[in-house]
């Protein structure tokens, strides 16, 4: 009798044993596995933000230069948006906003769109989804070249009603078997833009500029001029 109730107390300690050295490695490797996710999203997104405005169009530190624009539910936030600012010799440029498009085919498709300061959009990028891949990964740079369909755009270019797929009416390509996903990310970027022509004067203020600038904006022709000339000075 005392043989088995020892040898039940043995099995349970190694039991015991067992489960906690198991529920240890799950949780350490859980937290590593979440830093290593959340690293590789952040350089992901260091990376969408130098394509969007890339280092030879300001001269900010981009990734730490960050303001707090209104919340509005046209960028899909309750909350401040903060957006990456960027400059060059201390005049605003541009910026890069975070935008959340809600009715992917399979949930939110996270975006940067970047405008310059008139509102012409200087590039979007995914920076999340969770769309089909062969059917609505197409919006990935490294799936097709169709995100760069919005670059020069603006709220006026083409008409609010062309702010569409093809399909429905609009300027901009659908895939093929594939509408939902693109029509998201396209109705995301013009309620971005219209967020931003409405906001215009709070973002003015915000980024330190005056209303009516004694000197204007550098546009991203004059930003490529100066680049030339600084690269073969
Ligand atoms: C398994 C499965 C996955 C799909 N994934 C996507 C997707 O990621 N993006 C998308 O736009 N459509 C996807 N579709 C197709 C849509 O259901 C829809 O047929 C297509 O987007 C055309 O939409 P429309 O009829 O509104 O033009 C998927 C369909 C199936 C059956």
Known sequence: ??????????????????????GGTIAVTQVMTAERIEEQAARA???ALYE????????????????KLPADNRLNSDEPV???VARRDDRPTGLIMPVVAPDGYSGEIHLLVGVDLQGKVLGV?????K???????????????????????????PEPERWNVKK???VFDQFTGATITPRAVVKAVQ?????FRKHRSDIRDILNEPASPRRKPLTPEEIAGQTSEREHS
């Open 131 to 157: 769309e089909t891949p062969g059917l609505g990964d197409r919006i990935e740079t490294k799936k097709s070249d169709w995100i760069h369909s919005f670059t020069g755009r603006s709220i006026g270019d």
């Open 82 to 84: 903060t957006v990456w």
């Open 125 to 129: 990028r995914v920076t999340s989804h």
């Open 45 to 47: 997104e260091a990376k």
């Open 168 to 170: 429905n009416g609009g």
């Open 52 to 67: 969007i405005i890339p280092e030879n169009q300001h001269d900010n530190d981009l990734l730490s230069d960050t303001v």
């Open 1 to 22: 009798m005392a043989a088995l109730a020892q040898s039940i107390r043995r099995n349970a300690v190694g039991l015991g044993l067992f489960a906690i050295i198991t």
């Open 191 to 195: 309620k971005s833009l219209i967020y």
